[in-house]
């Protein structure tokens, strides 16, 4: 079964056994969403890049944690919103590929307004 | 095809082709993460529940592409780290099925260390 | 003494005193002000207005230490970039008021790019 | 005048002319905290410590006006929340003197918690 379809469903019937819904607003969601993205972000935070690499190597479990629980809460709002994530991703890319032509963007890390 | 894997490798051949892998260090790309989570949660900000709900039917399109983006940067860091997210993503469901029983937690938004 | 000079004195003798000044490059530090505005923010978060009214009042002291986080590193990033963040918010809040004049901006909550 | 007491009073004088205190709940308002810090610490990605030094100092004028955005939310929410912002930050100077003693933590990147 499809990975996505499957683990928003999990979600769900996770949040709905647990009656949760009703706190499922769309900004207390969102809220979730950049806590736990800061949460990723912490966790490399006053470390060279050298130090972030050995960093990786050591704490891979904790790193994966927090990135799930982006990825859950992506899911569950895609879910309440009605948003097929995968379409929505498949599309962006295409967009992507029209703002930043490779000829114009190799190597270079320039907003596609300044390109 | 499993979706996560197909989006991650043209999420990846994108960079690629760009030659934008060097500006990829984990730190800069969890801020992207951060950042974009910060534009979706802009979406629903000053606005009343009453207030969101007709927004949201009315600009799903646009918070759809800010939610893209999240799962974007989550899948390339996931790709660089060398993170299973789909089975990261398994295990913190199981995870706070323990931690959250369905007789303690359901209808309170209680943290799990305080139940 | 003027507070916002004698407070960024005190901080810089505290940082300066345990030798830190090495990790206060400004990119971490601005992770350091997002993050600590994000515990700002989870105060809030899952609560109806009505919730909100009770808690600030019985978690008042939590509050006012997570704003002193935050004002905590701009004053030290201020003092650092040598930024007078007193003038920089005088001419903000004049810049405001050109763009948001009061007969347009009344009881409305409008970007100033769509007033 | 003490600028802190001052700059809060133009802020809230500012606020009350275009009535918009029926926005001002501090759910919102530290979304605003959290969207603004993000703004200061987007001028800092993708760069390296070298292109910091330079990047900051041709940009201080923009660096400087997101950090006002950051302080006018601190002030707006303390003012609201009717918090002394800094009595709080004297205090919580205090704090971080005895968490983190000089002979401890002397050039140490570690959270208190782990001395």
Redesign the interface.
Known sequence: M???KR?TK??IK?RD????K??H????V?????????E????????S?DE?RKY?KTH?QE???E??????W?LL??HD??????K??????RI??EK?P?SK???V?TKYDKL
Chains 1, 2, 3, 4 share one sequence.
């Open positions: 499809n990975p996505i683990l999990e979600i996770f056994r647990r009656e949760w009703k706190f607003n769309p900004k207390d969102a809220l979730s969403l950049v806590l736990e993205a800061g990723v972000m912490e966790h490399f935070q006053w470390k890049e972030m990786v891979k790193i994966s944690e990135l799930a629980d982006v990825l859950y992506i709002l895609s919103l009605n948003i097929d994530i995968e929505s991703l498949d599309r962006k890319i992507n590929n930043y490779v963007s190799k190597g890390a």
